[in-house]
């Protein structure tokens, strides 16, 4: 007891009750689907990678691209350079040639009626531009797949050229035929022309099928 007049005060028993401290809330846990994800994708495309390297390489692989669009099965191969030469196609281009001189044949052989019939000016006119038509597809040529096909063009034209001009003589002079002094140096050019062109042109027939002609056949 303490002592006589003495005053105290009653304290609370130990330990004295505090109020509890705020703390923050627990952060949320992250999810791991993100992760399962990119691991999933990372495995898809390693599976594509190794499917791409040892793809087989028999008949079922996928064809290779060269530039150029796949043929269809079973379609005829295109010809090689060596079945065709270096300009394209041999065959069709001597046939062209060759449709060429059989029209300039048929001239020649109107001409001659046209000649035996005195060389009126109508008949003369006719061959002159029959002539002319034939110079220009002859100058049209494409004789780039031919052996010499340059040179055996040249000399064609050559040959056309001046059995134009003899023509353009016939008719300066019609109607009536010129003597033939008037026309014999162009109708030698004319001649040496075809002889060369023929040169030229007999080896080439003779390899694709076509007829071999003479200078009177043209």
């Known amino acids: 007891m303490p002592p006589s007049g003495e005053t105290f005060t009653q304290l609370s028993p130990e330990p004295w009750a505090e109020p509890a401290i705020w703390q923050p809330p627990a952060p949320p846990k992250k999810s791991r689907a993100p ?103 002859a100058r049209a040529l494409d004789v780039s797949a031919l052996d010499n096909g340059p040179e055996m063009k040249a000399a064609l034209i050559r040959a056309l050229e001046a059995s134009t001009e003899s023509n353009q003589r016939y008719l300066d002079v019609a109607p009536g035929c010129p003597a033939e002094s008037e026309v014999a140096d162009v109708n030698q050019r004319a001649s040496s022309a075809k002889s060369e062109f023929l040169g030229y042109w007999s080896p080439i027939a003779g390899e694709t099928g076509l007829p071999s002609r003479g200078e009177s056949d043209i």
């Open 35 to 137: 992760y399962f994800l990119a691991a999933a994708g990372a495995v898809l495309l390693l599976g594509l990678a190794l499917g791409i390297v040892f793809w087989p390489s028999g008949s079922d692989s996928p064809a290779q691209s060269t530039g150029g669009v796949p043929s269809a099965q079973g379609q005829e191969p295109a010809p090689t350079t060596e079945e065709t030469g270096e300009g394209g196609d041999v065959e069709g281009q001597a046939k062209e040639v060759d449709d060429l001189l059989e029209e300039m044949g048929g001239t020649r052989s109107e001409l001659g009626g046209v000649v035996t019939a005195g060389c009126p000016a109508s008949g003369m006119q006719r061959i002159l531009d029959a002539r002319q038509t034939q110079l220009a597809k």
